[in-house]
């Protein structure tokens, strides 16, 4: 079963001759499926290769113009995936681009660590970058109905959203899965670099934080923890983020002397990877963690939602130091709006305090009647 992704027609535009378009994603998200996808679609001859060919990686590591011609030959676009793994790509793409000014190219990459660096600065003004996540509701939502999509919610807030589970009937089958993902895929791109020291440390900050979804998180408590200095916790999270497994949201703040600013959540691309973390995939009316779990889960669909349509956001959560808080806040052109989420109930606890605060910006309560509004 494919769905068709958000960013597909957004990619098709940014293909043009002596240009690189760049897709990021963690691994298993469905980046070589959506490029190869896009590649049917276009009228194009198409050469598609994988850097994780030595001979391929070899040839687009040479920098030699012959070499890298005799590869390209005629065709029109060229796909390479996992391009992360060659040396010097940025540089060789140039000389393609340079030597070959009709070829289009895209790459793919499963981690911005490496690949980032060694593409920016030769293909400065020459390339455009997207990342894919794992399918978003608004896309299956799109893919059936939005009936259809509400009905897999509680599947998908226990299990995630990669597309290979979609496929996957039994609870059994998705758990594999997603522990195959954990102890083979996920960060295999930072221990392969040889970036950290302490592998083991990395999977137990991650399992901390998994258990501390929603809530405020102490680099100084979490080494702690995990017998580390601060600036470890501070750089292994920096890895993670570069390798698309979890992303931050700091304090929103225009009073420093009431707000909180300085703390920093910490949330999952994938709620299915945080559950497999900690083992648990229990039904959502015998959790404890609901709350914090459907928190996670509209806070990364309601981004994934906007990114692929490059409404670029600066988001926050906001606490008083008197103890008010809001989930979200997003600020658009400079104007925050606040929004409150909750499995349960329709109190709004801390719309009053929002307001007093900023009395001209938005509050809205989120919830299981209107979520589709905020992720769709």
């Given at each position: 079963m494919y769905i068709e992704r958000t960013i597909t027609q957004t990619i098709i535009q940014a293909i043009k001759p002596g240009k690189v378009v760049v897709l990021y994603g963690a691994r298993q998200v469905g980046k070589s499926t959506l490029i190869?996808?896009?590649c049917q679609q276009l009228n194009f001859t198409t050469f598609q290769t994988s850097a994780d060919d030595i001979e391929v990686r070899t040839i687009l590591s040479s920098q030699r113009t012959k070499e890298l011609q005799n590869m390209v030959g005629n065709n029109q676009l060229i796909f390479i995936d996992e391009a992360q793994r060659v040396e010097n790509i940025g540089l060789n793409l140039k000389i393609i681009i340079d030597s070959m000014p009709h070829v289009r190219?895209?790459?793919t990459g499963s981690s911005s660590l490496e690949l980032a660096a060694?593409?920016?600065e030769p293909l400065t003004g020459r390339k455009e970058?997207?990342?894919?996540?794992?399918?978003?509701f608004a896309e299956l939502a799109a893919h059936s109905s939005l009936f259809?999509?509400?009905q897999q919610l509680q599947l998908l807030m226990r299990y995630g959203s990669y597309p290979a589970l979609l496929s996957l009937s039994g609870d059994?089958?998705?758990?594999?899965?997603?522990?195959?993902?954990l102890n083979d895929y996920l960060y295999r791109d930072i221990l392969n670099l040889g970036l950290v020291e302490k592998p083991a440390k990395l999977q137990q900050l991650l399992k901390l934080l998994a258990y501390q979804v929603?809530?405020?998180a102490s680099l100084s408590e979490l080494g702690a923890q995990l017998q580390l200095d601060s600036k470890s916790v501070a750089?292994?999270?920096?890895?993670?983020?570069q390798s698309f497994v979890l992303f931050r949201l700091g304090g929103y703040s225009t009073n420093l002397r009431k707000e909180v600013s300085k703390k920093q959540k910490y949330f999952f691309w994938d709620v299915g990877v945080r559950n497999a973390l900690i083992d648990r995939f229990e039904a959502l009316e015998l959790r404890q963690d609901t709350g914090a779990l459907w928190e996670n889960f509209l806070i990364i669909e309601h981004r994934k939602r906007d990114y692929p349509n490059f409404e670029w956001i600066d988001d926050y959560f906001w606490r008083t130091k008197a103890g008010s808080e809001v989930d979200y806040i997003e600020v658009k052109d400079g104007r925050p709006q606040a929004f409150e989420v909750k499995w349960g109930g329709t109190r709004r606890p801390s719309a009053a305090a929002w307001r007093n605060n900023y009395p001209n910006a938005p509050f809205t309560l989120i919830n299981q009647d209107n979520f589709p509004d905020f992720i769709v």
């Open positions: 190869s996808h896009i190219i895209i790459v060694r593409i920016n970058t997207f990342h894919l996540g794992p399918i978003s259809e999509a509400r059994q089958e998705k758990r594999a899965y997603l522990k195959n993902l929603g809530s405020e750089r292994y999270i920096s890895l993670l983020e």
